[in-house]
């Protein structure tokens, strides 16, 4: 999803052989990686005093590699065109299973998970560092058939290059490496070998505590994102989509485990599809421009989940899928990053479905930019 959250992939083994070298810069660091912290349980004092630390640590400059990389993924910050508000619903059941497993921390708890996401050490270091990543999608790799498969068949279905284009896992596990949280602050943040190493230790620490699932809570990885890829002195970062552990296990606790993978991962490519062939192009802007990308994408996924030569998913199936988009829209109507209503996303899904079975060749796949205009025309039905 083009979002304030969004990637691209390096060497990762799932996807085709070659791809861009690694530079000095994004070399490994698990060769040298620091044993786990000792477990230890921080006062409310101590987890306020560290999320105050952060804070007042943060760059607010453009100057840092963190600033360029996430300058790649800034969104339009136009709200002149807010979006109309129509009905939402803002508690759906997977964001209130988010709610819930975060129902024991403490308001100093959250404003340190706040705090650290702010960095956002998770985007950073796969985007950066992404050989580190490893190779399993959800917490035991529950997901790897699925994604994998998905992915091969979504290179073979849509009329654009997939070369290059690479599949990453996003890991909270990163919050509780040393090595890793003291590289994210000293190489992307340029913090002073000292001062990252004490944040690394403090962040670590705090980490590693069981309420913090041992940097595995969800909080921290409830995400998927596409990345466009791009060049920064001294990192090759090229087309990525990342798979957030957290996003995959939201939906398999709440019942869509066979139909999680495949519904995500073919939204993000739908955003490749876009990067291609130009189409976050509009004369629309602010929250209008977001929500038209993102549910375009939506009918894209749900065009290829349907039809008979993408995943070919029964009906049952379908309104599983119809299901996971449903409860991933939002009501952030002026955010810039709005992605549509939970009613408007199910609506862009419903019609992708409909362009497979109204088709007189169901063998027939639609060139994207085809697809991408018939979605433009059916955009204010879509919206209303």
Not at 35 to 44: E, F, G, H, K, R
Not at 278 to 290: K, R, V, Y
Not at 304 to 320: E, N, P, S, V
């Given at each position: 999803m083009?979002?304030?959250?969004?990637?691209?992939?390096?060497?990762?083994?799932?996807?085709l052989?070659?791809?861009?070298?690694?530079?000095?810069?994004?070399?490994?660091?698990?060769?040298v990686?620091?044993?786990p912290?000792?477990?230890q349980?921080?006062?409310?004092?101590?987890?306020s005093?560290?999320?105050?630390?952060?804070?007042?640590?943060?760059?607010?400059?453009?100057?840092?590699?963190?600033?360029?990389?996430?300058?790649?993924v800034?969104?339009d910050?136009?709200?002149?065109a807010?979006?109309?508000?129509?009905?939402?619903?803002?508690?759906?059941?997977?964001?209130?299973?988010?709610?819930?497993?975060?129902?024991?921390?403490?308001?100093?708890?959250?404003?340190?998970?706040?705090?650290?996401?702010?960095?956002?050490?998770?985007?950073?270091?796969?985007?950066?560092?992404?050989?580190?990543?490893?190779?399993?999608?959800?917490?035991?790799?529950?997901?790897?058939?699925?994604?994998?498969?998905?992915?091969?068949?979504l290179?073979?279905?849509?009329?654009?290059?997939?070369?290059?284009?690479?599949?990453?896992?996003?890991?909270?596990?990163?919050?509780?490496?040393?090595?890793?949280?003291?590289?994210?602050?000293n190489v992307?943040?340029?913090?002073?070998?000292?001062?990252?190493?004490?944040?690394?230790?403090e962040?670590?620490?705090?980490?590693?505590?069981?309420?913090?699932?041992?940097?595995?809570?969800?909080?921290?990885?409830?995400?998927?994102?596409?990345?466009?890829?791009?060049?920064?002195?001294?990192?090759?970062?090229?087309?990525?989509?990342?798979?957030?552990?957290?996003?995959l296990?939201?939906?398999?606790?709440?019942?869509?485990?066979?139909?999680?993978?495949?519904?995500?991962l073919?939204h993000?490519?739908?955003?490749?599809?876009?990067f291609?062939?130009?189409?976050?192009?509009?004369?629309?802007?602010?929250?209008?421009?977001?929500?038209?990308?993102?549910?375009?994408?939506?009918?894209f996924?749900?065009?290829?989940?349907?039809?008979?030569?993408g995943?070919?998913?029964?009906?049952?199936?379908?309104?599983?899928?119809?299901?996971?988009?449903?409860?991933?829209?939002d009501?952030?109507?002026t955010?810039?990053?709005?992605?549509?209503?939970?009613?408007?996303?199910?609506r862009?899904?419903?019609w992708?479905?409909?362009?497979?079975?109204n088709?007189?060749d169901?063998?027939?796949?639609?060139?994207?930019?085809?697809?991408?205009?018939?979605?433009?025309?059916?955009?204010?039905?879509?919206v209303?």
């Amino acid at each position: 999803m083009k979002k304030s959250l969004a990637g691209s992939a390096i060497l990762l083994t799932l996807v085709l052989a070659g791809g861009p070298a690694v530079t000095a810069a994004q070399a490994s660091v698990s060769s040298v990686a620091a044993a786990p912290a000792a477990v230890q349980t921080l006062s409310p004092e101590q987890t306020s005093a560290l999320a105050a630390k952060l804070n007042a640590l943060r760059p607010t400059d453009g100057s840092t590699l963190a600033a360029k990389v996430q300058a790649q993924v800034a969104i339009d910050d136009d709200l002149s065109a807010a979006v109309i508000p129509t009905a939402c619903n803002p508690s759906t059941p997977v964001r209130d299973w988010a709610a819930a497993q975060r129902s024991d921390w403490t308001a100093a708890d959250l404003q340190l998970a706040d705090a650290i996401n702010s960095f956002q050490p998770l985007l950073l270091d796969v985007l950066l560092w992404p050989q580190d990543a490893g190779s399993n999608f959800g917490l035991s790799g529950e997901f790897n058939t699925d994604v994998n498969h998905t992915f091969r068949d979504l290179g073979r279905f849509w009329d654009i290059d997939p070369a290059g284009i690479r599949l990453e896992p996003m890991k909270g596990t990163m919050l509780t490496d040393q090595a890793r949280m003291f590289r994210l602050f000293n190489v992307a943040y340029g913090f002073p070998a000292a001062t990252a190493t004490a944040l690394a230790t403090e962040v670590v620490t705090a980490m590693n505590q069981e309420k913090f699932d041992h940097g595995n809570h969800p909080y921290f990885s409830f995400n998927a994102f596409a990345y466009p890829g791009t060049v920064i002195p001294g990192f090759v970062i090229p087309k990525m989509i990342v798979m957030g552990d957290g996003v995959l296990e939201a939906f398999k606790a709440i019942g869509y485990s066979d139909v999680t993978a495949q519904a995500i991962l073919a939204h993000e490519y739908g955003h490749h599809v876009q990067f291609q062939r130009n189409l976050f192009q509009s004369d629309l802007t602010g929250p209008e421009a977001s929500r038209r990308t993102e549910l375009m994408a939506d009918s894209f996924a749900a065009y290829f989940l349907t039809h008979a030569r993408g995943d070919a998913l029964q009906y049952k199936r379908i309104q599983q899928f119809d299901q996971v988009f449903f409860q991933l829209g939002d009501c952030g109507f002026t955010n810039p990053s709005h992605h549509g209503t939970h009613a408007q996303r199910l609506r862009a899904a419903d019609w992708g479905y409909s362009v497979v079975q109204n088709s007189p060749d169901q063998g027939h796949i639609l060139p994207s930019l085809t697809f991408a205009n018939l979605f433009e025309a059916e955009l204010p039905v879509i919206v209303a």
